[in-house]
């Protein structure tokens, strides 16, 4: 395999991102139609970037640039070196670089899975010890990396990329999977349109027969444990905390052996977490044994209901919970919370029936996120060998 070494500007276009204001600052700038990508976007994406948290309006875009679908993202601040390559025209900011390769040199795929198995590693090294993570244009355009030619760089992409078609195949088939528990939950609870509802009366606001229930009456809320520093380390199980339960264990999660950390704070594959801290968030982990965190509560069902069942009624309850927050620099709810946010139930010979369709989608998502696990670890366990030569292609 012939191997050229190589900077990045030498496979194509390199510039950096442009925004001179932050939200605060000029409020004007945001909340249009254009996309604004952030560094933790560029974070939770795959291969390919199609969802973001902020948008730009004509004026944010007068002071950007809109760059085309197939840049790639790299981020030169906070997250160091993760990339995405965009799936749409979007905007972004000075802590992230945009890559476009010239055609003739280079395979986009290939330079951002050289950047996942390789190079964000040794660019990682510049900012070790810093207070804040930053890493410059210039130090990104120094480094010299192996390239193999072109159509060696698109079979190993190709290899790589499949892998990675099946996870977004799996995202996607999760978010239909979840927006139909969502409404079915909402048909069900929200607006009482369960089957024979018609003939059922409303009294006080319920369907007769149907009683209200604090939340806390229909699970255990186990606050995780509460690591020390030195109880952190690099070997171990995970240790959950609110980046993890978003985008799952990476590089930067904490370890440890969990040998003296009590059963209760020991993870499995289908737990129902549910963070209280900082930003409000519900979800299933499926990323194997592992440890959590203060700040997130385990949820356990205490047999009235299911964990299914709980998914979803705390995702419909995070609106309420948000009027329950308090704190000046961190927002948080009290445990209070939890006894005044009430749901309604039928008795159980009905719920059964919405309930057996909840859990059945429940196994599901956890069997997609399970699977998605898999052919990840796959991946990184073949990109680095792909990249070194190790394993012709």
Not at 118 to 125: A, D, H, P, T
Not at 290 to 315: D, E, I
Not at 340 to 348: M, W
Request: proline share 5%.
């Amino acid at each position: 395999m012939s191997v050229r070494e190589l900077t990045l500007d030498q496979l194509g276009e390199v510039a950096r991102g442009r925004s001179r204001h932050r939200p605060r600052d000029a409020a004007h700038l945001y909340g249009g139609p254009f996309p604004f990508i952030q560094t933790g976007d560029v974070k939770r994406a795959n291969l390919y970037l199609t969802e973001f948290e902020q948008t730009y309006s004509e004026a944010g875009l007068a002071q950007s640039k809109l760059w085309p679908a197939g840049t790639l993202c790299i981020t030169i601040a906070a997250n160091i070196a993760d990339t995405a390559i965009l799936g749409i025209d979007a905007c972004f900011p000075d802590s992230v670089i945009g890559f476009t390769a010239d055609a003739e040199k280079a395979d986009t795929r290939f330079v951002k899975y050289l950047f996942d198995g390789v190079l964000k590693f040794k660019y990682r090294s510049f900012t070790q010890g810093a207070a804040q993570d930053n890493l410059s244009q210039e130090k990104l355009l120094s480094i010299k990396f192996p390239v193999p030619e072109h159509k060696i760089q698109r079979r190993i992409a190709d290899i790589l990329s499949a892998y990675d078609d099946l996870i977004e195949n799996n995202r996607r088939r999760i978010a239909l999977l979840e927006e139909a528990a969502r409404m079915l939950y909402r048909e069900w609870f929200v607006h009482f349109r369960f089957p024979g509802h018609e003939h059922v009366k409303i009294i006080d606001g319920l369907p007769e027969g149907w009683e209200l229930f604090a939340l806390s009456d229909l699970a255990d809320f186990v606050n995780g444990y509460p690591f020390k520093p030195s109880e952190l380390g690099e070997d171990g199980l995970p240790i959950v905390k609110i980046p993890e339960l978003k985008s799952g264990v990476t590089d930067k999660t904490p370890r440890n052996s969990g040998e003296m950390i009590p059963e209760r704070y020991h993870l499995n594959d289908g737990d129902l977490i549910f963070s209280w801290s900082g930003t409000l968030a519900v979800n299933i982990w499926a990323s194997g044994p592992a440890l959590l965190n203060q700040h997130l509560f385990l949820v356990l069902p205490t047999g009235r209901v299911s964990s299914a069942f709980m998914l979803f009624a705390l995702r419909e309850a995070l609106t309420a919970f948000d009027n329950h927050t308090v704190g000046a620099t961190m927002k948080h709810i009290r445990r209070s919370a939890l006894d005044r946010v009430l749901v309604a139930l039928p008795d159980r010979t009905k719920m059964s029936i919405v309930e057996d369709s909840l859990q059945l989608m429940y196994r599901q998502l956890i069997v997609l996120n399970q699977q998605s696990q898999k052919l990840a670890q796959a991946r990184d366990l073949l990109l680095p060998r792909l990249m070194t030569g190790e394993i012709a292609v």
